[in-house]
Structure formats: structure tokens, C-alpha cells
């Protein structure tokens, strides 16, 4: 018998997920579709349930795509002495 009890996965509404990440719950089915998030359809009838461990996973994917979108911008906005430095290679 383990020394830590395992717990089940707390699963969310599409309408609790939408609030906590300010879009729509049309966009959070799709997320889950997608498989950008954990989810299933639960229950009788079926809605959708959203597993809460995988927001996590989800935030962390969106906070690195838009750092790397800040560093392209900077990339794209660097002269070409701000790269290269201002030293001639010619030693000119």
C-alpha cells in the first residue's frame, strides 16, 4: 500500500476553464479537441469535463510560444549593428 494515497483527477466544466482562462467555452472544447487540453465527455447525458491537472501543461505551452514570440520581435527589430557589433571585419 503506497504511503501517499493516489487521487483521482478533478475534472472541470468547460464553463469553470473558460472564466479561469478568459475565453469562450466554444474555444475550450475546441482546446480539448485539439488535445491542447485533457478532457471527455462525462456523464449522462454526456458534457464535456475538462481535467484540471492539464492547465497547467497548457499555460506553460502558451507562456513559451509567447516568449518566443517576444524574441522574434526583437529579432526582427535589431540593426544590424546591435547583432554584428560596429568592428569592421576588415579592420577598417
Same mark, same amino acid.
Given at each position: ?9 478533478? $475534472?472541470?466544466?468547460?464553463? %469553470?476553464?473558460? *472564466? ?12 480539448? %479537441? ?6 471527455? %465527455? ?10 484540471? &491537472?492539464?492547465?497547467?501543461? $497548457?499555460?506553460?505551452? *502558451? ?10 520581435? %526583437? &529579432? ?5 549593428? *546591435?547583432?554584428?557589433?560596429?568592428? &569592421?571585419?576588415?579592420?577598417?
Amino acid at each position: 500500500m503506497p504511503a501517499f494515497p493516489v487521487r483521482a483527477p478533478r $475534472y472541470l466544466a468547460p464553463s %469553470q476553464v473558460a *472564466e479561469l482562462l478568459s475565453i469562450g467555452v466554444d474555444e475550450v472544447v475546441a482546446l480539448v %479537441q485539439e488535445g491542447r487540453l485533457r478532457g471527455a %465527455q462525462l456523464g449522462s447525458p454526456p458534457r464535456w469535463r475538462v481535467e484540471e &491537472s492539464s492547465l497547467d501543461g $497548457y499555460l506553460a505551452e *502558451e507562456s513559451e510560444n509567447s516568449r518566443r514570440m517576444a524574441l522574434w520581435r %526583437q &529579432s526582427q527589430t535589431a540593426s544590424f549593428p *546591435e547583432v554584428w557589433g560596429t568592428s &569592421s571585419a576588415h579592420g577598417t
